[in-house]
C-alpha cells in the first residue's frame, strides 16, 4: 500500500485548506484512516481519525470545528478540510492507514498505524 498525499501550501490566516491521500491497493476501505502533523521541534500529533465506513471521526479537541476528516472509498480517497487556518496549524501534514482488522474504532497514536504518505506541507501565514 502506498498513500499519496497532496492539498498543502501556503495560505493567510483565516484561509482553509483541503488536503487529500489516495491509497494504491485493495485494502482502504477495510482500514482506519488519520491525518497527523508535525511541526517542527515537536511530536507527531494526530488530527483526525475516521473509521472504514466513515460512521465515527475522532478530533483533538482543540480543533473541532475546524477540522474535518473524510473518506470516499469508492476513490481509495481520505481528505481533510482545514478551515479558518492558524499560523500554529503550520506543520507538516501525513496521512496514515491502519492495517486491516476486525474492531472498527478511531485510533489516535502514530503507533495504531502501518502505512504512511509522504507529508505536505502546510504553512499558515499570520
Known amino acids: 500500500v502506498q498513500l499519496q498525499a497532496s492539498g498543502g501550501g501556503l495560505v493567510q490566516a483565516g484561509d482553509s485548506l483541503r488536503l487529500s491521500c489516495v491509497a494504491s491497493?485493495?485494502?482502504?476501505?477495510?482500514?482506519?484512516a488519520g491525518w497527523f502533523r508535525q511541526a517542527p521541534g515537536k511530536e507527531r500529533e494526530v488530527v483526525g481519525s475516521?473509521?472504514?465506513?466513515?460512521?465515527?471521526?475522532h478530533y483533538p479537541d482543540s480543533l473541532k470545528g475546524r477540522f474535518t476528516i473524510s473518506r470516499d472509498n469508492a476513490k481509495n480517497t481520505v481528505y481533510l478540510q482545514m478551515n479558518s487556518l492558524k499560523h500554529e496549524d503550520t506543520a507538516v501534514y501525513y496521512c496514515?492507514?491502519?492495517?486491516?482488522?476486525?474492531?472498527?474504532?478511531?485510533?489516535?497514536?502514530?503507533?495504531?498505524?502501518?502505512?504512511w504518505g509522504q507529508g505536505t506541507q502546510v504553512t499558515v501565514s499570520s
Open positions: 475516521i473509521t472504514r465506513k466513515a460512521d465515527f471521526t
Open positions: 491497493g485493495r485494502t482502504f476501505s477495510y482500514s482506519v
Open positions: 496514515a492507514l491502519a492495517q486491516p482488522r476486525l474492531n472498527d474504532r478511531y485510533l489516535l497514536k502514530p503507533d495504531d498505524y502501518y502505512y
